[in-house]
Structure formats: structure tokens, C-alpha cells
């Protein structure tokens, strides 16, 4: 579909089913209704001609049966709508040249007969006229003035009854495709709404077959990833519990070794795979979920006394603008957020800047900034998968464990928030963390 057809083309299935439906429902009226017209003026035009045929022919049988002194009295009540006698021989002129009058010249011809042979001919003008000429019994000249119908004119109730017709096919068409697309609605909603914690609203399995089934299947998959996650964080659960006791003997062990040298290496080995350990524990817990209920809390005072332990502890961090309101969200979940995102910020650039803002839609931004390096564009997704390091010499110290900004992006969905990053053109990285509307 190219950009024309896209720009005048509806985005949504229920746009376009509906703009189907109706203007399909409008084409089938439409030629109903035509047909019906077309159909209503043929059956008059028959009925009009041998209407004609009879009337014209008994007029002029009465007309040549009348004393010629008489006749002109006569001619208002022969007199219709389409035709009027005249005594006289009329104008000359050529034979006509449209379909209606060839028809109807032929049907008075017809009703006359050979006993009054007539000529007709066209006349000039701007409404379609011609004459048929005879002669009476009695030689005298006689003229019949027609001026043909083309079609009998529309009742004045009739336009409206086809706008009334015309909204109630729209609104037909409207609640037919409200109906059948509301429950793929309903799926959407629920498949967007099944995030980390698992918590999304299970679809009602009613309604037609397709769309029961269809609600059973999603129902039944959540269920099958809920007992999935739940597994997986069950095993790590218990290898972090078995581990923390091989790890406390090494420890032991490293105290009585005589070789400072080694026992160093060696205790900060056991630091970092302890350190491992508690981080890929805290990553399973934010896929599963276990995260506080959301409350209402005062962002502002949150944000500003975190900010006061990174300054107290030494750290370059500030904060400037502020919310000005309370949010409902999960403390804990958006503390650890900012945590992972300042602590990143000052590990890389010795420094960071977290600002406070609000979207035009009213949604609350905080965004933490910093001068540090940088990541490559191609890497800006790939950071947020779990263990991955932009850090190239694998440098625990310098690199992390890879599970820092994994977390965030789980918390933050689990938040049904968006973290976004980006570099700063004046360098340094741009971490932008968006709430969601407040009720």
C-alpha cells in the first residue's frame, strides 16, 4: 500500500470493517433503490402510452363527430397534462428526434389508426414538443400539441426516507462491527496488559464459539507462562539458597590461608559471585512480579531524598524541577529504577543530573543524565537484556554484572512505564524514564 492509498485508508480494523460494510450496504441501496425508480418509470411510461393511445383516439372521434361550431368549446376539457387540440394546421418542421417522442407520436398513430392519417413533427425549443397534424371527416385540420413526460416527478417524502434509511444503515453498520470486533479488542487490551507481574484481567470465555475459543486459548496460555515463571524463580530461588552456604565455607576457608595475596583474589571472587547470585534473584522477582501494591507517595520528597544520599555519600548528584503533585506507583519498584540509572550515571561519568518534567498529555517524566561515554547506537536495545555489557573487557568492576539496566526495564514495565535511551548530542547518555497517566 503505497502513501496515498495509507493517508486516506483507516488504521483501525474497526474504521475499515465498518467503512466496508456501509458503503457496500450504501452500493446495494443505491442500486435497489435505482432499479426500483428505473423499473417505476417504465411501468408508467406503458401505462401513460396506452392511456394515451385510447384518449387520444376517443377525443379525436369526438371532436369529428361535434359540428365544426362546437368543437373549439371542447377543446379545454380534451385538454391533459401532456398534450392540447388545436384547430388549425399547426407548425411544420422535422420529425422528432428523441426516443420519448418517436414512442409516444407512435402510440397516438397507433390509436388513430388508418381512418385519420396524420404527420408528426418536432418543434424547436427548450422543452422538448412536437405536433401530430390529420384532418377530419370534413377536411378540417386538426392539431394535437404534446409535450412528453419524461418521468412522473418524486413525492416530497421520498429524499427523506432515504436519509432516514442512510443513517440507519450506518448505524447498523456501526454496532454490527462494534460487536464483532470488540471482543479482538478485548484481546488486544488483555495481551498488552499481560506484563511481568502476570496480573492481567483474564478474558470472559462467552460469546460466540470463534471468540469463547479464542478467550479460552489466552486464558489457558497465561496460565502455562505464569506456572512457567513461577518454576523458573522456585530454581533460582533454590540455587541462590544452596549456594549461600558453599560460599560462606569459602569464606571461612580464605581466612585461614597464609598467602595474603591469594586470599584477597580469592575474597573477591567469592564478592562477585555472591554479588551475581543477588542480582539474578532480584531480576526473576521483577519478571514474576514481587513488587509492591501501588500507593500514593510524594514524588518530590522521594526523588529529593534520594538525591541527598548520593550527595551525602559523596556523589556529584542533583536535581532540578519537580512534580508538584503526589503519584500512585510503586515506591520501591521506581526507587530501584533511578538507583540503577544514577548509580550507571556516576560509575561512567563521575557525576549525574536528574530532572523532573511533565508531557503535554500530563504523563511524568524523569530523566538522568550524564557526561560519561556514551553507548553505540546499535547497542541501545541491547543493553536492557539481561547479563549484556557494553564493556568490553567483561570488567565486573567497571562493567557490572549486566543486570542493572535488565531490572529497570522490568520494574518499569511492571509500572506500566517506558524506559527510553539516547545519547546526548553534547555527549554523555540520556536515560528517560515516563509514568503513566494518573487517574
Same mark, same amino acid.
Given at each position: 500500500?503505497?502513501?496515498?492509498?495509507?493517508?486516506?485508508?483507516?488504521?483501525?480494523?474497526?474504521?475499515?470493517?465498518?467503512?466496508?460494510?456501509?458503503?457496500?450496504?450504501?452500493?446495494?441501496?443505491?442500486?435497489?433503490?435505482?432499479?426500483?425508480?428505473?423499473?417505476?418509470?417504465?411501468?408508467?411510461?406503458?401505462?401513460?402510452?396506452?392511456?394515451?393511445?385510447?384518449?387520444?383516439?376517443?377525443?379525436?372521434?369526438?371532436?369529428?363527430?361535434?359540428?365544426?361550431?362546437?368543437?373549439?368549446?371542447?377543446?379545454?376539457?380534451?385538454?391533459?397534462?401532456?398534450?392540447?387540440?388545436?384547430?388549425?394546421?399547426?407548425? #411544420?418542421?422535422?420529425? =422528432?428526434? $428523441?426516443?420519448?417522442? &418517436?414512442?409516444?407520436?407512435?402510440?397516438? @398513430? /397507433? %390509436?388513430?389508426? +388508418?381512418?385519420?392519417?396524420?404527420?408528426?413533427?418536432?418543434?424547436?425549443?427548450?422543452?422538448?414538443?412536437?405536433?401530430?397534424?390529420?384532418?377530419? #371527416?370534413?377536411?378540417? =385540420?386538426? $392539431?394535437?400539441?404534446? &409535450?412528453?413526460?419524461?418521468?412522473?416527478? @418524486? /413525492? %416530497?417524502?421520498? +429524499?427523506?426516507?432515504?436519509?432516514?434509511?442512510?443513517?440507519?444503515?450506518?448505524?447498523?453498520?456501526?454496532?454490527?462491527?462494534?460487536?464483532?470486533?470488540?471482543?479482538?479488542?478485548?484481546?488486544?487490551?488483555?495481551?498488552?496488559?499481560?506484563?511481568?507481574?502476570?496480573?492481567?484481567?483474564?478474558? +470472559?470465555?462467552?460469546?460466540?464459539?470463534?471468540?469463547?475459543?479464542?478467550?479460552?486459548?489466552?486464558?489457558?496460555?497465561?496460565?502455562?507462562?505464569?506456572?512457567?515463571?513461577?518454576?523458573?524463580?522456585?530454581?533460582?530461588?533454590?540455587?541462590?539458597?544452596?549456594?549461600?552456604?558453599?560460599?560462606?565455607?569459602?569464606?571461612?576457608?580464605?581466612?585461614?590461608?597464609?598467602?595474603?595475596?591469594?586470599?584477597?583474589?580469592?575474597?573477591?571472587?567469592?564478592?562477585?559471585?555472591?554479588?551475581?547470585?543477588?542480582?539474578?534473584?532480584?531480576?526473576?522477582?521483577?519478571?514474576?512480579?514481587?513488587?509492591?501494591?501501588?500507593?500514593?507517595?510524594?514524588?518530590?520528597?522521594?526523588?529529593?531524598?534520594?538525591?541527598?544520599?548520593?550527595?551525602?555519600?559523596?556523589?556529584?548528584?542533583?536535581?532540578?524541577?519537580?512534580?508538584?503533585?503526589?503519584?500512585?506507583?510503586?515506591?520501591?519498584?521506581?526507587?530501584?529504577?533511578?538507583?540503577?540509572?544514577?548509580?550507571?550515571?556516576?560509575?561512567?561519568?563521575?557525576?549525574?543530573?536528574?530532572?523532573?518534567?511533565?508531557?503535554?498529555?500530563?504523563?511524568?517524566?524523569?530523566?538522568?543524565?550524564?557526561?560519561?561515554?556514551?553507548?553505540?547506537?546499535?547497542?541501545?536495545?541491547?543493553?536492557?537484556?539481561?547479563?549484556?555489557?557494553?564493556?568490553?573487557?567483561?570488567?565486573?568492576?567497571?562493567?557490572?554484572?549486566?543486570?542493572?539496566?535488565?531490572?529497570?526495564?522490568?520494574?518499569?514495565?511492571?509500572?506500566?512505564?517506558?524506559?527510553?535511551?539516547?545519547?546526548?548530542?553534547?555527549?554523555?547518555?540520556?536515560?528517560?524514564?515516563?509514568?503513566?497517566?494518573?487517574?
Amino acid at each position: 500500500m503505497n502513501a496515498a492509498s495509507a493517508l486516506h485508508w483507516p488504521r483501525t480494523l474497526f474504521a475499515r470493517l465498518t467503512l466496508i460494510l456501509f458503503c457496500g450496504l450504501l452500493l446495494s441501496q443505491t442500486l435497489s433503490a435505482t432499479l426500483t425508480l428505473q423499473e417505476r418509470d417504465d411501468a408508467t411510461f406503458t401505462m401513460m402510452t396506452g392511456y394515451i393511445e385510447r384518449e387520444v383516439a376517443a377525443s379525436v372521434a369526438l371532436l369529428d363527430r361535434l359540428p365544426p361550431a362546437e368543437r373549439s368549446q371542447w377543446l379545454p376539457s380534451l385538454a391533459r397534462r401532456s398534450y392540447e387540440f388545436v384547430l388549425g394546421p399547426g407548425v #411544420s418542421g422535422s420529425p =422528432p428526434d $428523441t426516443r420519448l417522442s &418517436r414512442d409516444v407520436a407512435a402510440s397516438m @398513430l /397507433s %390509436g388513430l389508426g +388508418p381512418r385519420y392519417p396524420a404527420t408528426v413533427n418536432a418543434i424547436p425549443g427548450n422543452r422538448e414538443r412536437f405536433q401530430v397534424h390529420l384532418k377530419l #371527416s370534413d377536411g378540417s =385540420p386538426l $392539431t394535437i400539441d404534446v &409535450r412528453p413526460m419524461h418521468n412522473i416527478p @418524486l /413525492s %416530497g417524502w421520498l +429524499p427523506l426516507l432515504l436519509l432516514v434509511q442512510l443513517i440507519v444503515l450506518g448505524v447498523c453498520s456501526w454496532l454490527a462491527v462494534r460487536l464483532v470486533t470488540r471482543p479482538l479488542k478485548q484481546l488486544a487490551v488483555a495481551a498488552d496488559a499481560l506484563g511481568p507481574d502476570m496480573n492481567a484481567t483474564r478474558l +470472559p470465555e462467552d460469546g460466540p464459539t470463534e471468540v469463547s475459543h479464542a478467550a479460552k486459548a489466552f486464558n489457558a496460555m497465561q496460565d502455562r507462562i505464569s506456572s512457567y515463571m513461577t518454576e523458573r524463580i522456585q530454581i533460582l530461588a533454590a540455587i541462590s539458597h544452596d549456594l549461600q552456604t558453599p560460599i560462606t565455607r569459602m569464606r571461612l576457608r580464605t581466612d585461614l590461608m597464609d598467602d595474603t595475596t591469594q586470599q584477597a583474589k580469592l575474597e573477591q571472587d567469592l564478592q562477585e559471585l555472591e554479588s551475581l547470585v543477588r542480582e539474578g534473584v532480584a531480576y526473576a522477582r521483577t519478571l514474576h512480579g514481587a513488587a509492591e501494591p501501588p500507593q500514593r507517595v510524594d514524588a518530590d520528597a522521594l526523588l529529593d531524598s534520594m538525591v541527598c544520599d548520593y550527595v551525602d555519600a559523596g556523589q556529584a548528584v542533583s536535581l532540578t524541577g519537580k512534580v508538584g503533585t503526589t503519584l500512585l506507583t510503586r515506591p520501591q519498584a521506581l526507587r530501584r529504577i533511578l538507583s540503577n540509572l544514577i548509580d550507571n550515571a556516576v560509575k561512567f561519568s563521575g557525576a549525574s543530573e536528574v530532572r523532573v518534567g511533565t508531557l503535554p498529555d500530563g504523563r511524568v517524566t524523569i530523566t538522568v543524565l550524564d557526561r560519561g561515554p556514551g553507548i553505540p547506537p546499535k547497542e541501545l536495545d541491547a543493553v536492557f537484556q539481561p547479563f549484556y555489557r557494553v564493556e568490553s573487557s567483561r570488567n565486573r568492576d567497571s562493567g557490572g554484572t549486566g543486570l542493572g539496566l535488565a531490572i529497570a526495564r522490568q520494574l518499569a514495565l511492571a509500572m506500566n512505564a517506558t524506559l527510553h535511551l539516547q545519547n546526548r548530542p553534547e555527549g554523555g547518555l540520556q536515560a528517560s524514564l515516563t509514568l503513566p497517566n494518573q487517574p
